[in-house]
């Protein structure tokens, strides 16, 4: 059958065959609820920029399941080397030398939600943090875990930190030794000076409380390991040393009036 289009027809972009990459799967369910805020997601059109940029150059209907469009996603924007250089970052982290306590933790997430595929646990996650701070840092998180803070289990560890981090006005923020030591004295104000002994006085009851809980652990441990015994008082009698009471003795009795008067 000839085709009776004239040329500028044949050149017009076509107006069939667009469909999207997603191809929605079928609903099964007969009943079902759609939650206010996945619809107040879904109408705030959040997938804008270069994800949607990158989600309309996708073939039509090549993301046929969930898996599908996780996998695309992930290798485009999160390639194997910007992984790893994710993950590096994540695993090298330490506490930067004027960083707060509560910084360096929202830092350490912020890492953590750059690279959401880090494959980190929650233990090592912990632990990297954790070692990561500075020694004052390290010690008010032992305080507040009443001991080692790596004996807590991982959630208990977990909201340890999220209390601490609570405090804005963290306490125990570092200083930069070499800034004090070339800095002139007169520069010293009263009110840096009090900062600074407050400073010291915060240290300081940080670490009395953490050698003392480790005291007490430590009693508690031995007094259940072993048990006090205690021992016979024996009575001494004063006149004569020997082992019976003062009224027994036979020097203070009637058999032997002449001690009994001298007593």
Known sequence: MADNRTMAQMLQ????????AIVVPPINANNFELKQPLINLVQSNKFTGEARTWLDKEPPRSI??????????INQFFPPSKTTYLRNKIT???QEPNETFNEAWERFKELLRQ???????ELHQLDTFYNSLNTNDQDALDSAAGGNFLDKMPREGLAIIESKSKVRYSRSRPN???AITNAPSSTSSPSNNSFEIQQMAALLEDKMNI??????KAISEKNATTPATVKAVEEVCVTCGSNHNFNNCPLTRNEFPVFHDNI
């Open 64 to 73: 046929l399941t969930w898996d599908d469009l996780v996998s695309k996603f």
């Open 115 to 121: 690279c959401p595929h880090h494959g980190f646990s």
């Open 211 to 216: 050698r003392m809980s480790r005291l007490e």
């Open 92 to 94: 090298t982290f330490y």
């Open 176 to 178: 930069d030794s070499r």
């Open 13 to 20: 972009a076509p107006i069939e065959g667009y469909e999207d």
